[in-house]
Each structure stands twice: as C-alpha cells, then as structure tokens.
C-alpha cells in the first residue's frame, strides 16, 4: 500500500529559486495537507484543501503557494526559495475533516 | 502562538523505566490525537481521544484526556528501545474556523 507519497525526498536550493514539491496519495481522501516541521516547533500547517480545486491557508501560508487540480495530487510551490524556508516537509491526507490523518515520508528542503 | 505545550522536550531514560509526558493547552479541544514519529518518517497515529476524562490504553501505553479537555497525558510503563521516536500531540480547538495544531514534541531516547 502506498498511502501518501512525497517526492522529492530531499533538495538544495538556492536563495531565489523556486520549486515544487508534488504528494500524491491512494486512499481517495478529500482533505489533504501540507506541514513544515522545525526543531521544537512541531508541525505547523501551510496550507491545507478540502477537496479537488480548493485550497485554503493555514498558520505559516507566506512564501508558498499549493494546487488541487486532481483529487488524488496536492503540490507546494516556493516561487522564490529563502533560507528560512530550510525545513522538513510533510504532507497529509484525510478522509473527513476530523479523523486519522496519514503522513507522507517528508522531504528534507535547504535552501543556501 | 503555540497552543499545545509539550513537556518535557527531551527524555532519556533506562529500558524498563516508567515515564509521562504532558500535553497542556489554555484551549479547549474536541479531540486530541497522539502520535509518534521516528526519524526519516511521518508521523503515525497511536490513539484519538474525544471525551473529557477519557482513559484508552494502547499495550503498555496509557493516554488520558483531561477533564476540561484542555490537556492530555502519555504514561508508557516499562520502556522499551522501541519506544525511542519523537512524540506529538495534536488537537482540533473549539473554535469556529478549522484549526488543528501538533505540539512542540517530547523526544524520548530509551536506551538498552
């Protein structure tokens, strides 16, 4: 069972470039999401849809922006990459709103 | 601001030590999750609790759900080096807008 896939699992930017970072999931879950993981900060929400072609902003939106053009995809993009950027990024899926939400692996992002 | 407080952040402790980890808010909750994550991974759900005062119990894993619903607990009885990963929890609050916020973590370390 794949679950959620993240791909890349790991990128070197550099200050200015821009990227896109693709999850893709199985299960037919309409909630989808993306987080960053800072050391002692825990998981902070990016942006997060609640189904095909919507999205919404969540605690840390600035600097990203994210797509749902297929159910089943989810991608973040950084239009133009800063070195706070530099984190672990992790997507997630759910079927409803309030029940398990399942992880993707993380990519590893710095940017120099 | 950090609604969900973990404590402590950090844990190092002998195999067959017993050990609890805190999970504190001002807010009230409709459900906390608990999850744990090991390094290179996502995190995984170990438990959903939803009523205030409520007790599960997962093997040698005791959650509780305080009363107020604004705090949980995570008592792990006769550690094991399979216990070692990083530690979440994560809520839904009250409020009317979708928020669901992960904690500043627990890392615990049991040694063999």
């Known amino acids: 069972n794949a679950g959620v896939t993240q791909t890349p699992k790991f990128r070197v930017l550099k200050t200015g470039q821009s990227m896109t970072l693709l999850c893709a999931q199985d299960?037919?879950?309409?909630?989808m999401y993306w987080y960053r993981q800072d050391p002692g900060m825990g998981l902070r929400l990016i942006h997060y849809s609640v189904g095909e072609g919507t999205t919404a902003k969540g605690e840390v939106p600035d600097g990203y922006n994210v797509s749902r053009l297929k159910k089943q995809n989810f991608l973040l993009g950084l239009e133009s990459a800063a070195p706070s950027q530099t984190s672990v990024y992790f997507c997630?899926?759910?079927?409803?709103?309030?029940?398990?939400?399942?992880f993707g692996q993380g990519t590893r992002l710095t940017v120099v | 601001t950090q609604l969900l407080e973990q404590s402590p952040q950090f844990l190092s402790i002998q195999e067959g030590e017993n050990l609890t980890v805190y999970c504190n808010s001002s807010s009230v909750f409709s459900s906390l999750q608990w999850y744990r994550q090991e390094p290179g991974e996502g995190p995984v759900l170990l438990v959903t609790?939803?009523?205030?005062?409520e007790v599960k119990k997962l093997k040698r894993l005791t959650f509780q759900f305080g009363d107020a619903r604004k705090d949980s607990s995570l008592h792990i009885t006769a550690a094991q080096p399979g216990d070692t990963g990083l530690y979440l929890c994560?809520?839904?609050?009250?409020?009317?807008?979708?928020?669901?916020?992960f904690g500043t973590g627990t890392r615990l370390k049991v040694l063999a």
């Open positions: 609790v939803v009523t205030g005062g």
């Open positions: 994560a809520g839904f609050t009250t409020s009317g807008t979708y928020k669901y916020i």
């Open positions: 299960m037919n879950h309409e909630y």
């Open positions: 997630a899926s759910s079927y409803a709103l309030r029940t398990e939400a399942f």
